[in-house]
T-cell receptor, first 114, second 115 residues
Framework: GAGVSQSPSNKVTEKGKDVELRCDPISGHTALYWYRQSLGQGLEFLIYFQGNSAPDKSGLPSDRFSAERTGGSVSTLTIQRTQQEDSAVYLC????????????FGPGTRLTVT | DQQVKQNSPSLSVQEGRISILNCDYT??????FLWYKKYPAEGPTFLIS?????DKNEDGRFTVFLNKSAKHLSLHIVPSQPGDSAVYFCAASSHSGAGSYQLTFGKGTKLSVIP
């Protein structure tokens, strides 16, 4: 079946602009995660959605970052007033509630802020 | 404060030999450990995992060893193949506490298998 998909695959934006990144999880997966990977770094947790529960936003680096998940499926990560340090690959992952340790990742969105 | 450390950024191994990738962690609350493999321009793919109640898990050419007292785990690939060339990430999670199954990742080790 289809895996996790993300769009766009690449995004170049000017400093100060807002961007929206989209994630389509695997159908039936109730848990959805956003991570980012900056150059030379490991993956950094951003936010976690599980079913209808309140999201775990503990990894969001600032209030310029927000995410929503509509209808328990598609998720959008929004970065307002982008800064150069926001440049990174943003990865989305999903998992079933029963095997939530094994997360399935999308290909990522490479964000470049100029 | 890096809770999961992969101290070798890169590793080169001859085809057919054993590859050993190492990972250390500091958080004693971690109770599940995973290895992910990542090719360029792709997302990480799950490779193998181990629960803290075990000290070894094997899947084909891949074996993960866990030494809880040393807070150390390793991934063994034998025999190594050129298609194994990728970046390998060690990750850890805790099933206790708030209930979020977020993974904490190391920075990765780039494995190159030389034909």
């Amino acid at each position: 079946g289809a895996g996790v998909s993300q769009s766009p695959s690449n995004k170049v934006t000017e400093k100060g602009k807002d961007v929206e990144l989209r994630c389509d999880p695997i159908s039936g997966h109730t848990a959805l995660y956003w991570y980012r990977q900056s150059l030379g770094q490991g993956l950094e947790f951003l936010i976690y959605f599980q079913g209808n529960s309140a999201p775990d936003k503990s990894g969001l680096p600032s209030d310029r970052f927000s995410a929503e998940r509509t209808g328990g499926s598609v998720s959008t990560l929004t970065i307002q007033r982008t800064q150069q340090e926001d440049s990174a690959v943003y990865l989305c992952a999903s998992s079933t509630q029963g095997s939530s340790y094994e997360q399935y990742f999308g290909p990522g969105t490479r964000l470049t802020v100029t | 404060d890096q809770q999961v450390k992969q101290n070798s950024p890169s590793l080169s191994v001859q085809e057919g030999r054993i590859s050993i990738l190492n990972c250390d962690y500091t958080n004693s609350m971690f109770d599940y450990f995973l290895w992910y493999k990542k090719y360029p321009a792709e997302g990480p793919t799950f490779l193998i995992s181990i629960s803290s109640i075990k000290d070894k898990n094997e899947d084909g050419r891949f074996t993960v060893f866990l030494n809880k007292s040393a807070k150390h785990l390793s991934l063994h690939i034998v025999p190594s193949q050129p298609g194994d060339s990728a970046v390998y990430f060690c990750a850890a999670s805790s099933h206790s506490g708030a209930g979020s199954y977020q993974l904490t990742f190391g920075k990765g080790t780039k494995l190159s298998v030389i034909p």
